[in-house]
């Protein structure tokens, strides 16, 4: 696939602390505790460089995230945003850390819930913002005393009430998150991640994807872009 079939995907170059801080909020729930995602040995972050400058992770709008997904060096992919919410419970406010997923994305670490079930379905860019949540195993022991029937409770978010459908299991800490919503299609560029199709090299995915992330920064006037240059690292690291 060329520049041409992804089209125009928007690239953070330089995104310096705050980009470090999302990725790092991401791997923390890999690193420090661990799970035996789904074919994680082949997931990686997209980072790019340009001369002189350190590789930073690359944040895509959904639309053209989901183009580059259609590349053959790429099984699969998915984006998140992590942020607090406020919660109101017993007319009490409580600040929540959500973890906003694209849909797929309990499908791609391959975890199935420990109660329930999860919010699930392919990677879109026109995600329905659907007003359900998934609860951590933590956050559903302390604030729900660990009862089964929290399912089909309300919770509040930001003043708008969300279905509770499911609890992750206690292992699972992906971005550290008390509980997890979907990812709307909304027109903000978002961290990645990527899984490559078996039997790819990382060399050959980014020497893929290379070409597409030129012609993007060509686009955007960045500087040196012809010697742009794409790196894939572990998501574990």
């Keep these: 696939h060329g520049a041409g079939t992804v089209g125009p995907v928007l690239v953070s170059l330089a995104l310096g602390v705050g980009a470090a801080a999302a990725v790092f909020s991401a791997i923390q729930g890999v690193v420090l505790s661990p799970f035996p995602y789904d074919g994680a040995a082949r997931m990686f972050v997209i980072k790019t460089a340009t001369r002189g400058a350190p590789p930073s992770a690359a944040y895509m709008w959904a639309s053209r995230f989901a183009d580059l997904l259609t590349a053959r060096s790429i099984d699969d992919g998915i984006m998140w945003d992590v942020f607090p919410m406020t919660s109101t419970r017993n007319s009490l406010p409580e600040a929540v850390s959500a973890g906003k997923v694209s849909v797929n994305t309990f499908r791609f ?7 329930g079930r999860t919010f699930d379905g392919d990677f879109s860019a026109n995600t329905p913002d659907e007003a359900v949540a998934v609860l951590g195993y933590r956050y559903w022991q302390s604030r729900y005393g660990g009862t089964r029937e929290v399912l089909g409770q309300a919770i509040d978010l930001d003043h708008r009430p969300h279905t509770i459908i499911g609890v992750m299991p206690e292992r699972f800490r992906f971005l550290d998150a008390d509980l997890y919503v979907p990812l709307p299609g909304v027109p903000h560029p978002f961290p990645t991640v990527i899984r490559l199709a078996p039997g790819i090299t990382t060399a ?5 994807m290379q070409p597409i992330f030129r012609e993007v920064a060509r686009q955007f006037n960045v500087p040196d872009y012809q010697e742009l240059a ?3 690292v572990p998501f574990s690291e």
Aim: net charge negative.
């Design 109 to 115: 670490l391959g975890v199935p819930p420990f109660l």
């Design 204 to 208: 050959s995915a980014a020497g893929e």
């Design 230 to 232: 794409v790196s894939l």
